[in-house]
């Protein structure tokens, strides 16, 4: 199942991630990290492995996207 991971700790808290998810998947989390932001996390499990989160984050490192193969050939 595509799925991404995202550093809490590398996280700015500038929800761009959040806002330019189209299905929805991220928000932002109840704690504080490191550096004292809340950062941005999974709420629900409907990634489509798009990329678009990855893209508009601007921390390098912060989120990581892992598309599934079998989703990635039924879209073809
Ligand atoms: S990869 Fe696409 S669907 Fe998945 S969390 Fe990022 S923007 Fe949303
Ligand atoms: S775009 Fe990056 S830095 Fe901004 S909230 Fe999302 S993961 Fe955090």
New binding site residues.
Partial sequence: MSHVI??QD?????????K?CPRGV?G?SDSINKLG?Q??CVKVDSCIGCGI?YY????PG??SVFKDKKEQKNSN
């Fill in positions: 995202i550093k590398e996280c700015k808290g500038c929800k761009l991630c959040i330019a991220l932002v932001y950062p941005a989160c508009s984050c601007p921390e912060a989120i």
